[in-house]
């Protein structure tokens, strides 16, 4: 983007005073600015109530964008994000976050809402550079960053997603406010996508899988049901993380590590979770060896994991530790 493209940009935010409104006016009348574009601009927003690409409501948290399908080519649909500091977030003992209101936002579970589902094929991703994305400022069209055998392999699967949810109408079931019931179906279509990632060996699909499960488990927790099913389901796709090595970075790895641990002691394994407190230990011994010819080796990350994991051994006993 040249100098005054930034200049004409910066303008329009003021004149327009909306981000995706800045965008839709550089799409469609690029990089100059005329008064008269952007009087029709506003007057067409003010006529169509929700305009596309709609900041929502003063106090929305959340603004939308439009995706196309890599798999069936769908059009149009619409992807969630959060605006900027509009929630905060406290993670759960399993480090899935839980939003909070920043005035002059409104609180929602942006959890409900974060899975972008195309209503054709079921297609399903939190990430939108899963999707086929546009770059306004370029006017290109961005590639899904999966690769292609992956999204051969879920050309393939449309009616095994097509099982997992048994909605009439999937536009409709997956619209808008969210309830808690397509939520967590729009987290089970995504786990089918990511165990077709794993399939293929694609990195970090597994923990995508576990992370997706634990994200089904708040949900049930706030509405009151059981979540252990969830928890151990999301044991098994961390474990398969786990063995097959796939995370490549050790921060990452000691957060995994630590989330075995948790879930083992929550659906009362205390043996494997000891196992794996045992594995953050070894790392430790081994980076504390390492440090002693380099001492720019410090163990400090795997610490910050390893005490995490012994507050919550020393608190087994309480009957509220998991009520979270
Ligand atoms: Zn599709």
Redo the contacts with the bound molecule.
Sequence with gaps: MGLDDKLVRKKLEVLLKDEVLVEKYLRVFGPRLDMNNINKLKQETQRAGAPEGSMGDKDDPTYQIKVK?P??N?ADIICYELKAKSLTTTPDKFLVPRYGGVKPFRTINYSLYSVTV?P????ASPDKRDFVTFSVQARTENKSQLSPFVLEELRKRVEDRKKIVTAPDFAAYFKHPRSPESGMASYKLAIHRTLVEASLETPLAWYKAGMYTLKIALIQRDIGRDDTDSLKEAVKYFANSFKASELKQPELEYQLVYLLSTLFLRIEDQTQCQLYMGVLEKWKSELTKAAKDDPSITTAHVDRWIDKTKELWTDREQPDLWKH
């Design positions: 399908c798999i069936c769908q195309c054709s094929c079921l297609f």
